[in-house]
Nanobody, 120 residues
């Protein structure tokens, strides 16, 4: 079993910054892609950013230039640095990870979510 634990959410004024962290633990052999998704009230969950094990990144257009995803493979941790935050960034942010486990298993796991609120 694998657990993803997120931290770093909270309230921030427009133009502010937050850094989200997500640490994976458990029966992990290796982690492939890791990503951050968000879901605002009344909207579908959307991909914000993703990063491969080799460091290749992908961003949704609305956060390009304002956010940076990174990972520390030694710590099985993915980060999302968000700058110049806007009210429309308000959402619950979820991390996920594609994990190779023992006995050749492959599964995608999700964190519990962390609230990000951007308002004045």
């Amino acid at each position: 079993q694998v657990q993803l634990v997120e931290s770093g959410g909270g309230w921030v004024q427009p133009g502010g910054s937050l850094r989200l962290s997500c640490a994976a633990s458990g029966s992990i052999v290796s982690i492939y892609d890791m990503g951050w998704y968000r879901q605002a009230p009344g909207k579908q969950r959307e991909l914000v950013a993703s990063i491969t094990s080799g460091g290749n990144t992908n961003y949704v257009e609305s956060v390009k230039g304002r956010s940076t995803i990174s990972r520390d493979n030694a710590k099985n941790t993915v980060y999302l640095q968000m700058n110049s935050l806007k009210p429309e960034d308000t959402a619950v942010y979820y991390c996920n990870a594609a994990v190779a486990g023992v006995r050749g298993t492959y599964s995608v796991y999700w964190g519990q979510g962390t609230q990000v609120t951007v308002s004045s």
